[in-house]
């Protein structure tokens, strides 16, 4: 498997543009996280989807930010209209449902992430 | 007080060291801890996880848990510049184990 993958890796914009982050979980995954981290706060956890369906996004920062996953392949995350705080690396992950796996624990794999700088 | 607090270092040691990191949290609740290692410029990726208290041993790797203390620690022995990488530990609770919490990270830096 290729792992999750992300795009772009890197994306510099400036400030007031839309900027959308895309992520394409392993396959068999039932969740997907997005993640944000910055050297100040570390890694924050934005949203987290199961079966396509948001289950808790209480880590998005403010309505700017909105994330979808159509469907079992694919996910993204707008930011609009984005601001230099904004300026981080975001992680896309997925795992498997740990109950399928006989475990009540399963890991995270990540992408390798987007780098966004917003100017 | 953050419910996972890791020092960010950076660790340097010199190769063939023996290396200790180490988190402490307040939430009595985690069950579960693991350990990512996070090279420049990619994801993190998993590397050792336990249940409750405990060690676990992969390879040069160790992994000790104290839940009476609060604290979790990773040992790596005969350390190797390619062990060079930021450490995140992370914690989820028994039945809340999608909501991981994470340290900040400790960057170790193995000198040939």
């Known amino acids: 498997d290729a792992g999750v993958i992300q795009s772009p890796r890197h994306e510099v914009t400036e400030m007031g543009q839309e900027v959308t982050l895309r992520c394409k979980p392993i396959s068999g995954h039932d969740y997907l996280f997005w993640y944000r981290q910055t050297m100040m706060r570390g890694l924050e956890l934005l949203i987290y989807?199961?079966?396509?369906?948001?289950?808790?996004d209480s880590g998005m920062p403010e309505d700017r930010f909105s994330a979808k996953m159509p469907n079992a392949s694919f996910s993204t995350l707008k930011i609009q209209p984005s601001e230099p705080r904004d300026s981080a690396v975001y992680f896309c992950a997925s795992s498997l449902d740990p109950l399928d796996r006989g475990d009540y624990n399963s890991p995270l794999h990540f992408g390798n992430g987007t780098r966004l700088t917003v100017t | 007080q953050k419910e996972v607090e890791q020092d960010p270092g950076p660790l340097s040691v010199p190769e063939g060291a023996i290396v200790s990191l180490n988190c402490t949290y307040s939430?009595?609740?985690?069950?579960?801890f693991m350990w990512y290692r996070q090279y420049s410029r990619k994801g993190p990726e998993l590397l050792m996880y336990?249940?409750?208290?405990g060690n676990k041993e992969d390879g040069r790797f160790t992994a000790q848990v104290d839940k009476s203390s609060k604290y979790i620690s990773l040992f790596i022995r005969d350390s190797q510049p390619s062990d060079s990488a930021t450490y995140l530990c992370a914690m989820t609770e028994l039945y809340n184990f999608n909501k991981f919490y994470f340290g900040s990270g400790t960057k170790l830096n193995v000198k040939p």
């Open positions: 336990t249940y409750s208290s």
């Open positions: 939430n009595s609740a985690f069950q579960y």
């Open positions: 989807f199961n079966n396509n369906v948001p289950i808790d």
